[in-house]
């Protein structure tokens, strides 16, 4: 059974960083999807960012230019480094791993961008 973990949310001020983590456990390949999704009040999960095959990352259009993602196979971490944080970032922020079609997904973190 996979399970996710995902941590380092926070409240930053606009123009600040904030770094997430997510460490996966049981059966984890590298070759499988991960990625980082969003969710705000009111809205649907987005997107945010994605490494594919271990290798293609992806990026949403509103974070090009100002997240990172990266991941640590050694580790079963995944990363999402966000810098120059805008108020429109404010979401709950979910870490997923697709396994041969099937997705797990983490707690959620919540990040709140706010002066």
């Known amino acids: 059974q996979v399970q996710l973990v995902g941590s380092g949310g926070g409240l930053v001020q606009p123009g600040g960083s904030l770094r997430l983590s997510c460490v996966a456990s049981g059966s984890i390949f590298s070759i499988n999807d991960m990625g980082w999704y969003r969710q705000a009040p009111g809205k649907e999960r987005e997107l945010v960012a994605s490494i594919s095959g271990g290798v293609r990352v992806d990026y949403g259009n509103s974070v090009k230019g100002r997240f990172t993602i990266s991941r640590d196979n050694a580790k079963n971490t995944m990363y999402l480094q966000m810098n120059s944080l805008k108020p429109e970032d404010t979401a709950v922020y979910f870490c997923?791993?697709?396994?041969?079609?099937?997705?797990?997904w983490g707690q959620g973190t919540q990040v709140t961008v706010s002066s």
């Open positions: 997923n791993y697709n396994q041969w079609g099937r997705d797990y």
